[in-house]
């Protein structure tokens, strides 16, 4: 999830929805579907989305979650991970220990029988599973949303598509995106309310810095492939690279190590990606498939999609494109 301390030097504005009429958004899939997964599975009965002891409550986040692009004439294209560099097998492994400590927790309340604990606890055990990663993709599919399967990295591959000037922005909550040089990202997208804009070149300007500098200072604050270095925050990185020029020069002058320095640098400023990411920006979804795969093959019950669908078939009809439904 990237080191949130990166808020502090990114130029980030507010932006409205109006604002964003008609552009395109790489998502980064597995960050957008894991806040609609936890939500979902927090606020709704569980019994609603398992069949057969199979968890799919990404199906309601999914149907629950798009209508905010549609609404607002935002054509979202879903990049999916590909593989995950082994310098964050670290980060894995902690992230597995944490939820089979909270799987614990989880286990005594469901003993005492404490509902609000249970449903906070559930939220956090989730994981997305091949299958839920599978229906996902089958869901949008059926509503012809663009889906783009990335070599490695999702949010690389997207940050690369918006460089590249093939989509408008990038959607994630992850603040390496800056690090991975995405022009404009968009945070908050599965929040209540309009999002924010975080400006790459802004904040290079704000500060001084490099596209190679900006990734010394993050590395120096952590990432996802590395523990930051003890008592250097954002700020003091930034004040140590401009001083030393590059991450070398500030190692070396506060006689300090970085693991895999050179290696983390180049996943950043030269990242697994392709040019070969081809989609059809002008959607055509098919309403009633959608609403057979999920209350039909799924057995969601239509409560608590039909809103999501409505509001889908409403977007699509005040943009004038009938024929979507």
């Known amino acids: 999830m ?5 808020r502090q030097l990114a130029v980030i504005r507010d932006v409205t929805f109006p604002e964003l009429a008609g552009s395109v958004v790489a998502v980064d899939a597995h960050n957008w579907l894991y806040r609609y997964l936890t939500t979902t599975v927090r606020f709704t009965d569980s019994a609603a989305y398992t069949r057969d002891g199979e968890e799919v409550a990404n199906l309601i986040g999914v149907v629950r979650g798009l209508p905010k692009f549609l609404e607002s004439d935002v054509t979202p294209v879903f990049v999916f991970d590909g593989g995950v560099t082994d310098l964050k097998d670290d980060e894995v492994a902690d992230r597995r220990e944490q939820r089979e400590r909270y799987e614990e927790q989880l286990e005594a309340a469901r003993e ?3 509902a609000a604990e ?11 599973t091949p299958l839920i990663l599978e229906t996902t993709r089958e869901l949008l599919d059926r509503l012809d949303v663009p889906v783009v399967e990335a070599p490695a990295e999702g949010e690389a591959q997207a940050a690369h598509m918006a460089r590249r000037g093939v989509v408008d922005y990038v959607g994630s909550e992850d603040y390496d995106a800056l690090l991975l040089g995405a022009p404009r990202t968009l945070r908050k997208l599965t929040s209540s309310g309009d999002p924010e804009c975080m400006d790459f070149e802004a904040t290079l300007a704000e500060h001084d810095l490099t ?3 900006l990734v010394d200072v993050g590395i120096l604050c952590g990432t996802d492939f590395n523990e930051g270095v003890d008592g250097i925050g954002p ?9 030393h020029g590059d991450l070398w020069g500030v190692l070396e002058a506060e006689d300090v190590y970085v693991e895999h320095a050179d290696r983390i640098r180049d996943l950043f400023l030269h990242p697994t990606v392709t040019d070969d990411a081809a989609f059809d920006a002008d959607l055509s979804p098919d309403v009633d ?5 999920v209350c039909g093959e799924w057995e969601v019950p239509e409560a608590e999609v039909e809103r999501g669908f409505e509001r889908i078939e409403e977007a699509v009809a005040q943009t004038g494109l009938d024929d979507w439904v």
């Open 289 to 293: 498939a959608a609403r057979s795969y």
């Open 211 to 213: 596209w190679e500098q």
């Open 235 to 243: 700020k003091t990185a930034v004040d140590l690279v401009r001083e």
């Open 118 to 128: 249970i449903a906070t606890l559930e939220s956090r055990t989730q994981r997305l």
């Open 2 to 6: 990237g080191n949130a301390d990166l």
């Open 112 to 114: 005492e029988g404490d």
